[in-house]
């Protein structure tokens, strides 16, 4: 095989698993990687235009996580309690007031989530209630991990939500087991293939850096083609957190995770493509890579991590305990530095956010 004849083919096809592998292990210099990244940048143009959509991650009434042991890559199971996600979960209030604020901003919807609480979904079925109450216009991804009963999948289907996550990281199951022993990888898929039964947008992670080789991220690649409906993956790079039995290992990097998310497009090329969360400082390069939407964290904080966020912006008091910041204008000055439009929906100012 020849690495260019190879990208020049994917302008018009989908890869295959051996060209895919190929990619990957040729992909060794710079002239190599902007190749690469440039060909998913063209296939993205040319399957899912020029629009890179904007949603946001708002409250939530999630208890936290109990998954026992926690994963060990998770601030869930730092020293640290500063570290842990979850810990301040909302009312029905505050879910209610950040989801108009959304709206009004003009995202085209929220993700609701959390950790595996042991409810099944049901706040998440409670929580798209309230958004529906107050915009019935949103669109709404929930992600609960495994946490999900079909009753509950059924019944977040009737309430209109677009979306619902279930995530793999890997689908090593050696590697699976080893970073996330509390977990279980056959009920994370057995969850996924209900979601897809029953017609609901499946969205679904992709974690490197951990351990995994090429030839497991070309499963996986390939393993997420099974589901019918299948609407987004995100490509999420390791990266340590302190106090976790992982805080030592190294981070993935920037160009391993654009590689994988460029390669990602080569196969899956008219879904939705993100990059890694914690890294939207990097969200420039995830579009150079193939990337066509990214869901803002960090915008409704509790406020004692105001501090902690890393683009700053007008704040908002939503409650005594959380804030809005809205750094909306530093994602659409980088989307647009990028010669793409944001995709935000038109607000009930009338404003015309989306071209």
Not at 205 to 210: L, R
Not at 220 to 226: A, E, M, N, S, V
Not at 301 to 312: N, Q, W
């Amino acid at each position: 095989m020849e690495f260019e004849g190879i990208l020049e083919k994917a302008r018009n096809r989908e890869i295959t698993e051996q060209e895919a592998l190929f990619l990957f292990e040729n992909a060794k210099d710079w002239i190599r990687v902007s190749q690469l990244l440039q060909t998913a940048s063209y296939v993205r143009d040319k399957e899912v235009g020029r629009v890179f959509k904007l949603k946001v991650f708002a409250l939530s009434s999630n208890k936290g996580c109990r998954t026992n042991p926690p994963c060990r890559y998770c601030g869930q199971s730092s020293r640290d309690s500063k570290q842990r996600f979850f810990t301040y979960p909302a009312n029905p209030e505050e879910v209610a007031e950040a989801a108009r604020i959304a709206d009004e901003a003009g995202f085209m919807g929220v993700q609701l989530g959390g950790g595996c609480s042991g409810f099944k979904g049901a706040e998440a079925v409670e929580d798209a209630k309230i958004v529906k109450s107050v915009a019935p216009d949103l669109e709404i991804f929930v992600n609960y991990g495994a946490d999900m009963s079909e009753e509950n999948i059924i019944k977040l289907k009737e309430l209109g939500v677009e979306r619902i996550g279930c995530s793999f990281e890997t689908i090593n199951e050696e590697l699976f087991r080893k970073i996330k022993p509390g977990d279980s990888l056959k009920e994370r898929m057995r969850v996924a293939e209900l979601i897809d039964k029953h017609g609901v947008g499946l969205v679904s992670v992709m974690m490197i850096g951990i351990g995994e080789s090429y030839k497991d991220r070309v499963n996986h690649i390939f393993y997420l083609k099974r589901f019918k409906n299948l609407k987004r993956i995100s490509v999420s790079g390791f990266l340590p957190i302190r106090g976790t039995p992982m805080e030592n290992d190294p981070p993935a990097t920037s160009i391993d995770i654009a590689k994988t998310i460029a390669i990602t497009r080569l196969v899956h090329r008219n879904i939705d493509l993100s990059g890694s969360f914690g890294r939207d400082d990097q969200l420039q390069l995830w579009i150079m890579a193939g990337t066509n939407m990214r869901t803002i964290h960090g915008m409704f904080e509790p406020i004692h991590r105001v501090e902690r966020v890393k683009f700053r912006g007008d704040v908002r008091k939503i409650s005594d305990r959380f804030v809005f910041i809205n750094s909306l204008p530093i994602y659409i000055k980088m989307i647009e530095e990028m010669g793409l439009k944001p995709g935000l929906r038109l607000n009930r100012r009338g404003d015309d956010k989306c071209a």
